[in-house]
């Protein structure tokens, strides 16, 4: 019997009584403290006591407000943004913000407005963003023009607007942004076009419309930062209306569902009798595309032909000497010299992103393009077993390249001798083929970030960085080490610049004391999603001042000799581990309790032992570890008896003694 005696005399001594300390739940979700919350669709039907008067942006959407006035938001006077959106708001009274001096930004999108008094946006000294989209707006002498001399941008989309002619009386000189998508515009006149012409680099959006005329000379030496005509049927219908004016960027795109005309050389040919650097063409089909289909645009420095159905461009397009940036998105090309690239000379940007046929690089396609600086061929169905000299020929300017997503792809050493002034390069999610030893990064000692997430690397090859003298972030996410541990010795001891390092997802289980020890600048490292305890965390013992994701590992215990790791940490995310909360990981609560400041994802960091405390957030348990007052009392007991058992023992000795002399 003597076991589970002193078994239970050792659970009542040392039993620990736990306490959860839960704090009152509050309707709104506090972002920031004392100024951001969001109070959306919580069924409010005013505002709740519970925010504080400090309160600067407040979403309140899909709530019931039928009715706002003075006295809806009178005592968030520091408010800076306010969101509606959705609220069934029909009336706004006079003055309703006048004690709110700060407020640049309000958002009533989605309300049924019946009335908007003359003075109800009075009060703010620089409203600067209104939001009236889907409000049922006809007519746009609705809007209350007082107040507005500050304003920058207005929204007024999917309402039911005819005419963009704005009152005489509204102040434009601020005006920067004016939104009139999905209305009900067919016409353009002179006179709707003269009542912007107080507003200098305007954005005017009219996607959505489908213009169908334009008076002659409506825009004629009008000048805009940005113009949007989407959806509409006739093209050539924009195009001569414009005629004689400026903007820097003309998107003329379509959509899925929408009635549109083939293009043709004639339809783009009022590009000519305009001035713009940008044009997007996007969804459009082209009508016997040809060298003179591009006869207008030789002034562009910026062409999107995204998803236009292009099998290849023409040869023999002349002129386009100015074009900086060309878009080839969501098309079908073959092989790469299909775009013909000699045609554009003065590129710096190509994307050819998310090609629908399987996409073959050639040999020298882009040899032509001295001056590119970003490459985009991810999702392009790409397989090669030797990329990728050939194909990035005479490249030697290239400073971004994205081959993410794509098939297999083999790496030899050198594999991007020929751009050696790569900054970045992404291979995320494209299953690389590199031997050991090569070294196929060898040559790109001026790279500073690299993507080789979901690669399925050999991540034995301790060559495979190799070159890399300034690389700052490295993701390996996703790859998979031998046996599940970093070792002392491994690929990343040749990356000393490293700055930023993600493995997270890689099935790790330890990482070895000294693995990261040749990581001097580390200053952010992501180690979630793997199956790391606690003892792994020795091997950050010489960084400091970093950024530490160990959110979802195994982490039930951390040793109270490795805190002041932590301690010399910025940042720590603990989140998601099964994290013990009994009195054995008291010195790991006591130190995340006294370090909040310090810790991210607090709501997920949660109990997972003992059953009692499951879910309960980690600095909300409350532990006493020590001698309970029943422990004492048992204590004092066993000590009194023992001690006369002691006695007891002591005197049937000495007698035992004396009777055998």
């Known amino acids: 019997m003597a076991p589970p005696v002193s078994c239970f005399l050792f659970v ?102 019946i009335f908007m008094a003359e003075t109800s946006l009075n009060g703010p000294t620089s409203l600067k963003h209104l939001f009236l989209i889907q409000t049922g707006l006809s007519n746009l002498q609705f809007i209350p023009v007082h107040n507005l001399e500050n304003l920058e941008s207005l929204y007024l989309g999917s309402n039911h607007i005819s005419s963009i002619k704005l009152p005489v009386n509204f102040p434009t000189q601020n005006l920067k ?57 006739d093209l050539s219908v924009i195009l001569k209306g414009l005629q004689n004016s400026t903007t820097q960027s003309l998107w003329l795109g379509t959509y899925e569902d929408t009635d549109k005309r083939d293009l043709t050389s004639d339809m783009l040919a009022g590009l000519c009798d305009m001035s713009v650097e940008s044009i997007n063409l996007q969804k459009h089909h082209f009508s016997n595309l040809s060298a003179t289909t591009f006869r207008c645009f030789t002034r562009l420095q910026e062409l999107d032909l995204t998803e236009t159905h292009l099998r290849e461009l023409p040869s023999g397009i002349e002129g386009m000497n100015s074009l900086k940036k060309l878009v080839l998105n969501v098309n ?24 629908l046929r399987k996409l ?81 990064f060898q040559s790109l000692s001026h790279l500073q970030a690299l993507n080789l997430s979901h690669c399925l690397l050999n991540t034995s090859n301790q060559h495979l960085l190799q070159g890399l003298l300034d690389l700052r972030y490295l993701n390996l996410q996703g790859n998979r080490f031998q046996d599940g541990s970093i070792s002392k010795t491994n690929l990343l001891q040749t990356v000393g610049s490293l700055e930023i390092l ?33 003892n ?24 109270p000799h490795l805190l002041p790791i932590l301690s010399q940490q910025s940042t720590i995310n603990l989140s998601h581990n099964p ?63 023992l001690t006369i058992l002691l006695i007891f023992s002591v005197k049937f000795l000495l007698r035992w003694k004396y009777q055998h002399i």
Not at 70 to 88: G, K, Y
Not at 188 to 205: E, F, G, H, I, P
Not at 536 to 559: D, E, F
Request: aromatic content about 8%.
């Open 502 to 534: 993600i493995l997270s997802s890689c099935e790790l289980l330890s990482v070895d004391q000294e693995a990261f020890h040749s990581l001097g600048k580390m200053r952010h490292i992501d180690l979630s999603h793997n199956s790391l305890t606690g």
């Open 177 to 233: 942004v004016l939104d009139f998508q999905n209305n009900a515009i067919h016409y353009l006149s002179t006179q709707d076009v003269n009542s912007l012409k107080q507003a200098t680099n305007l954005s005017l959006n009219c996607n959505g419309n489908n213009i169908k005329d334009i008076e002659p000379g409506a825009f004629h030496s009008k000048v805009f930062q940005s113009l949007k005509f989407g959806g509409t049927f």
């Open 536 to 559: 792994s965390i020795s091997a950050l013992s010489h960084l400091k001042g970093t950024y530490l994701n160990l959110a979802a590992n195994s982490i039930r215990i951390i040793p």
């Open 360 to 440: 073959d690089l050639g040999v020298g396609c882009l040899e032509k393009l001295e001056n590119l600086q970003r490459l985009d061929l991810s999702h392009s169905n790409i397989e090669t077993s030797d990329c990728c000299n050939l194909p990035l020929k005479n490249l030697s300017h290239l400073q971004y390249l994205n081959l993410s997503y794509n098939m297999p792809i083999g790496l030899r050493s050198e594999a991007f001798k020929e751009c050696p002034k790569l900054q970045l390069l992404d291979l995320a999610f494209t299953h690389l083929h590199v031997k050991a030893p090569q070294r196929p």
């Open 579 to 641: 994290l013990d909360c009994t009195c054995s990981n008291i010195h790991f609560i006591t130190w995340y309790k006294e370090n909040l400041h310090k810790l991210e994802g607090s709501e997920e960091t949660v109990c997972a032992n003992p059953p009692s405390l499951t879910g309960v957030k980690l600095s909300e348990v409350k532990l006493s570890c020590g001698i309970t007052a029943v422990g004492i009392f048992f204590l004092v007991v066993f000590s009194f008896l």
């Open 12 to 113: 009542v001594l040392f039993s620990a009584s736990c306490k959860v300390i839960t704090s009152l739940d509050k309707n709104c979700t506090e972002k920031e403290a004392n100024k951001t919350y969001n109070c959306e669709n919580l069924g409010l039907r005013g505002i709740p006591d519970t925010l504080p008067n400090t309160t600067e942006v407040l979403e309140f959407g899909f709530n019931f407000l039928p009715t706002i006035q003075v006295t809806t938001f009178s005592r968030l006077i520091d408010l800076i943004f306010l969101d509606l959106t959705r609220c069934q708001i029909n009336w706004v009274h006079e003055n309703t913000f006048q004690s709110h001096h700060q407020l640049n930004t309000i958002v009533l999108t989605g309300n049924p407005l």
């Open 332 to 355: 079908n090309f073959d092989q790469l010299c299909q775009i013909n690239a000699a045609s554009f000379p003065t590129l710096t940007d190509l994307y050819i992103k998310g090609n």
